[in-house]
C-alpha cells in the first residue's frame, strides 16, 4: 500500500498528459501573452514527514508524458465521405497558412494536406472524374488505373505523377499524356497511317535541309535551329526530317532502309513520332526481298536458308488442309505469329529479319520443318499415301515435293528424283504423256474408204 501511494502522489505532482492546458499555454505565450500558471491551479498534497520529493528541471523531471498522444493532429480528423475530406482539406490549408514558414509543423501540415488529397482521390466518384475514354485525331485515349508505374508524357516531356494525377494511353500507338495536355496534341495517330499506307521509307535517311522546314520542328511547328537557339534541332534518321526536343528524345531504333540495302541492325536516332509507326509497323510483312534488293540473297546465308524452308512449308500445306488429323492438331498454327509464311515466300517484316540475323528465325524454322515433315512421313498414313514415285526410274522409297534430293514439275507437280530429272531431259514425261494425248484426241479422223 505504500508503494501505491507513492506512486499515486508521484502522478499528481507531475504534468497529467491528457490535460492541453500547457499545449495552450504554450500558443498564447508565443503570441505574447503570458502563460497561465499551471502549478496554481494544481493543488498538491502535502507530503509525509521522512518521505522523499522528487525533484527534476521541468516539473521534477520529464518521462515523455507531457506529450499529448491522442490529441487529433492539425487540419486532420476522420472523415469517412467526400464532403468532410474537402472541409478537412480546407482547414489544412488554413493551417498551413498561419504556421510559421519552414517550420517542423508547417511540414508536418503539408504532408497531411496530401494524404488526404490522396483520400480525397479514391473516393471520388469515377462519373465525376476524368471520362475513361476520350476520341481526338483518330486517338482512342483510355484512362490508366496504374498509379505506381512511372511514365513521361510525350507532349509536354514531364513525369506523370500516377498518384496525384490523371493520364490516359492511346490505345492504337500508345501515346501517354496528362488529362491536361490531351486538348493540345496536334498529331493524329499513327495506327491510321499503318492502318492506310503501311509502307516504309526506303532511302536513307532522306534529308531535305532545315531551310526546306523554314526552320521549324516538323511535328509541332516550333522553331529550331543547328545552333540550339531557341530549340535544338535533331535529326530523325528514318524520315531525314528534324525535330525539336519535344518530339525528338534521341530514342534509338533499326532502320529499315539500312537493313534491306546494307544489311546494318545498328539503331540510330529517330524521333517520337518515327519510333511509335517503327515499333507498329516491326511484325508487318511489307518487304519484298526480291524486289528491292534481289542481291542481298548472295551474300547472306542465312536468307538463303530461310527462303528455302519457306518454299518447302508451302508444299506441306496441301497436306495439312486435307488431313484431317492435321486440322484436329492445328499444326499450322505453330507458326500463327508469321501467318505470311504460310502464304507466299517473298514478303517479310523487319522482325523476321532481325531474327534472322540473330539466328532465331532459322532455328524456329528448322523446328516447325522437322515436325511438319515427321507428321507427313512417318504419323500419319494419308499423308503417306499421297507420296510420289519417280517415274523415271520406278525405284526408291516413296518420294515428297519437300524433299531434298527431289524435283518438282511446274506445270503438273509430278516429283522425281533430282538425278533421274536432270539426266533424262529437262522436259517432264508425264506433261509429255498428256500433250500426246491431247494430240491424238485432237487429230482429225482420216476419209471413210468404201470396201
Keep these: 500500500?505504500?508503494?501505491?501511494?507513492?506512486?499515486?502522489?508521484?502522478?499528481?505532482?507531475?504534468?497529467?498528459p491528457f490535460n492541453k492546458q500547457l499545449r495552450a499555454g504554450q500558443h498564447e505565450q508565443r503570441a505574447g501573452e503570458e502563460a497561465p500558471d499551471v502549478a496554481s491551479e494544481e493543488t498538491l498534497p502535502e507530503l509525509a514527514p521522512g518521505e522523499p520529493e522528487f525533484h527534476c528541471a521541468e516539473r521534477v523531471m520529464d518521462l515523455g508524458l507531457s506529450e499529448d498522444h491522442f490529441s487529433r493532429p492539425v487540419g486532420l480528423f476522420l472523415a469517412s465521405d467526400i464532403q468532410q475530406l474537402r472541409q478537412a482539406i480546407e482547414e489544412c490549408k488554413q493551417v498551413i497558412l498561419e504556421l510559421p514558414e519552414q517550420s517542423e509543423?508547417?511540414?508536418?501540415?503539408?504532408?497531411?494536406?496530401?494524404?488526404?488529397?490522396?483520400?480525397?482521390?479514391?473516393?471520388?466518384?469515377?462519373?465525376?472524374?476524368?471520362?475513361?475514354i476520350r476520341v481526338l485525331l483518330e486517338h482512342r485515349f483510355y484512362k490508366e488505373k496504374s498509379k505506381s508505374v512511372k511514365q513521361t508524357c510525350d507532349k509536354c516531356n514531364t513525369i506523370i505523377w500516377g498518384l496525384i494525377q490523371t493520364w490516359y494511353t492511346c490505345t492504337g500507338c500508345y501515346y501517354r499524356c496528362h488529362s491536361k495536355c490531351l486538348n493540345l496534341i496536334s498529331k493524329p495517330c499513327v495506327r491510321s497511317k499503318v492502318s492506310h499506307q503501311a509502307e516504309y521509307e526506303l532511302n536513307i535517311c532522306p534529308e531535305a535541309g532545315l531551310d526546306s522546314q523554314d526552320y521549324r520542328c516538323a511535328e509541332c511547328r516550333a522553331p529550331i535551329s543547328l545552333r540550339g537557339v531557341p530549340s535544338e534541332a535533331r535529326q530523325c534518321d528514318y524520315t531525314g526530317q528534324y525535330y525539336c526536343s519535344h518530339c525528338h528524345w534521341n530514342d534509338l531504333a533499326v532502320i529499315p532502309a539500312r537493313v534491306v540495302h546494307n544489311w546494318d541492325f545498328e539503331p540510330r536516332k529517330v524521333s517520337r513520332?518515327?519510333?511509335?509507326?517503327?515499333?507498329?509497323?516491326?511484325?508487318?510483312?511489307?518487304?519484298?526481298?526480291?524486289?528491292?534488293?534481289?542481291?542481298?540473297?548472295n551474300y547472306v546465308e542465312e536468307l538463303v536458308e530461310i527462303r528455302k524452308l519457306r518454299q518447302d512449308i508451302l508444299l506441306m500445306k496441301p497436306y495439312f488442309i486435307t488431313c484431317k488429323e492435321a486440322m484436329e492438331a492445328r499444326l499450322l498454327l505453330q507458326l500463327q505469329d508469321r501467318q505470311h509464311f504460310v502464304?507466299?515466300?517473298?514478303?517479310?517484316?523487319v522482325q523476321d529479319l532481325l531474327d534472322a540475323h540473330?539466328?532465331?528465325?532459322?532455328?524456329?524454322?528448322?523446328?516447325?520443318?522437322?515436325?511438319?515433315?515427321?507428321?507427313?512421313?512417318?504419323?500419319?498414313?494419308?499423308?503417306?499415301?499421297?507420296?510420289?514415285?519417280?517415274?523415271?526410274?520406278?525405284e526408291g522409297d516413296v518420294l515428297f515435293p519437300f524433299d531434298s534430293h527431289t524435283s518438282v514439275c511446274s506445270d503438273c507437280s509430278a516429283v522425281f528424283h533430282r538425278d533421274c530429272y536432270y539426266d533424262n531431259s529437262t522436259t517432264c514425261p508425264k506433261c509429255a504423256r498428256l500433250m500426246l494425248r491431247k494430240q491424238s484426241l485432237f487429230q482429225e479422223p482420216g476419209p471413210d474408204v468404201d470396201a
Design 105 to 132: 509543423r508547417q511540414k508536418d501540415a503539408v504532408v497531411r494536406l496530401i494524404h488526404l488529397r490522396l483520400k480525397l482521390q479514391e473516393l471520388k466518384d469515377p462519373n465525376e472524374d476524368e471520362p475513361n
Design 343 to 349: 502464304e507466299n515466300d517473298e514478303m517479310y517484316s
Design 1 to 16: 500500500m505504500e508503494y501505491d501511494e507513492k506512486l499515486a502522489r508521484f502522478r499528481q505532482a507531475h504534468l497529467n
Design 273 to 297: 513520332c518515327s519510333l511509335r509507326y517503327l515499333a507498329l509497323m516491326v511484325s508487318r510483312p511489307v518487304l519484298r526481298l526480291r524486289e528491292i534488293n534481289p542481291l542481298l540473297f
Design 358 to 394: 540473330t539466328g532465331r528465325l532459322g532455328c524456329s524454322l528448322t523446328e516447325t520443318h522437322t515436325l511438319f515433315a515427321k507428321h507427313i512421313k512417318l504419323d500419319c498414313e494419308r499423308c503417306q499415301a499421297k507420296g510420289f514415285v519417280c517415274e523415271l526410274c520406278r
